[in-house]
């Protein structure tokens, strides 16, 4: 028995969720119309229920995906998921991280860099005229293209983001006073220069169109599956009118009438 | 055509790390969701989700499919969540309310606003609801009313009988009905129906009496 009426714990729980068989619902619904306190336990636990269904969690930017750290295959050791998002990253960031960010933030507004992919590879200019640049200065810790690339994808939080496996490799940044030039991909160790650089530069243009291509097909993915939510959500509420309407020859018609006009303003209120 | 979990476990098995990635698309708003729910927080409920990722994605060569893959990603969640509140030596952690108590309802005219706003509210009563629940109560309603698990799958997960997770289920209802009650939201299936502006002004009268 429970607290607040003659049915059982169990069945009346397997009754709520549709799971009791013929003969214990037959049993409850036989009971629960002559029995007020129990026709009201049922009500108030199916109440209970709906209030549940109206509760979602906050959206969260997930887009989790496996980055496999390939210098270490035989283990698993390597092995992470890339970052939940930048936001969630930016709250466990402590205070001074979040200065540091706002100070560099600050620095590259003012410092207004250009950046540039061509030939002779990346060139970054900071400053306010080319005229103060100098070709003269490189950086050296320049990445190889394929490192760059697995740095673009990697930062990017994206849930539709590029699915390739890549391992995020930081880019070395020129810095500088304004005015100053720093050039990727001159000396950087490993990188080789003309052709390769325009290997590099295409495959990075690839894998853009490529992502770019990915996150259109999920968003396509993304707007059929509302407009399938949006579907069942409106043939629901056409049962449940229907429903409603079925039961105005029971008698009850006033009680029906004051629901269906709670369920029509809902309606309109979404 | 989309390859079932079976299948894709299979390939992540085998080393396709793309398959697994697949699996992960698939379940981590479900993982999250399970977390959030349980704990109450959403960045914490962020963390466990990529860490039962994780651990799934270091351990799917030891899953040799006794259970569904869902259960068991769910089955690390849960852990974790356990792990979790007992190293925080708290049963469920709450956003702190406004100083008197009640959600904050600013005058908002936009309707989406609004909107957002009685959600986010709702959110807050539910949260504080369940924290009432104890933990094997709050973990059963999760697991039921949103994850649809079988009885007998929720009693696998949690090692306890049938007739436990039957009378855990109704227990967590009961609670949760007299804790809505005791915040004044009556007839709550209907919160969402009730125009934000009519709930909000309720809101301030410190009673959301939402049965007409």
Known sequence: ?270 | MQRTDEELVALATAGDSESFNQLVGRWERQIYALAYRVLGREEEARDICQETLLRAFRGIKGFKGQAKFSSWLYRIALNLCRDWMRRERRTAIMTPLDTDGEPSLPDLSVDTAEEQTVRRDLGRLMTEAMATLSEEQRTTVVLKEYHGLTFQEIADLQGSPLSTVKTRLYQGLSMLRRQLQRKGVHGAAAISAVPATSLMARSHRKVVNLDR
């Not at chain 1, 729980?13 to 049993?27: F, I, N, S």
Request: glycine share 10%; charged share 25%; net charge negative.
């Open chain 1, 1 to 270: 028995m429970t607290d607040n009426s003659c049915i059982e714990q169990e069945a009346l729980v397997e009754y709520l969720y549709g799971e009791a068989d013929d003969q214990t619902r037959q049993r409850i619904e036989t009971h629960a119309r002559s029995c007020a306190q129990c026709a009201e336990e049922i009500g108030g636990l199916r109440e209970v229920r709906g209030t549940l269904e109206t509760w979602s969690p906050p959206h969260a930017a997930l887009g989790l995906r496996v980055v496999a750290d390939t210098d270490d295959d035989e283990t698993d050791r390597g092995t992470s998921l890339a970052a939940v998002s930048r936001w969630g990253r930016l709250r466990r960031m402590p205070a001074w991280g979040l200065a540091a960010v706002a100070v560099l933030a600050t620095a590259a507004i003012i410092a207004r860099p250009e950046v540039q992919i061509g030939q002779g590879g990346m060139v970054v200019r900071i400053g306010w005229t080319d005229a103060m640049t100098s070709p003269a200065q490189t950086v050296a810790d320049a990445p190889s293209g394929q490192e760059l690339a697995a740095s673009v994808t990697a930062s990017d939080d994206d849930p539709r983001r590029d699915p390739q496996p890549v391992r995020g490799t930081p880019v070395g940044t020129g810095g500088g006073s304004p005015g100053r030039q720093s050039k990727l991909g001159d000396t950087a160790p490993g990188a080789t220069p003309g052709p390769t650089n325009d290997a590099w530069v295409q495959g990075v243009r690839q894998m853009i169109l490529e992502s770019e291509r990915r996150q259109d097909r999920a968003l396509v993915t993304e707007m059929e599956q509302l407009e399938q939510q949006l579907t069942n959500r409106r043939r629901a509420d056409l049962a449940e009118l229907e429903r409603m309407f079925t039961e105005l020859g029971d008698g009850d018609a006033e009680l029906v009438r004051r629901r269906m006009l709670d369920y029509m303003r809902r309606l309109s209120s979404r």
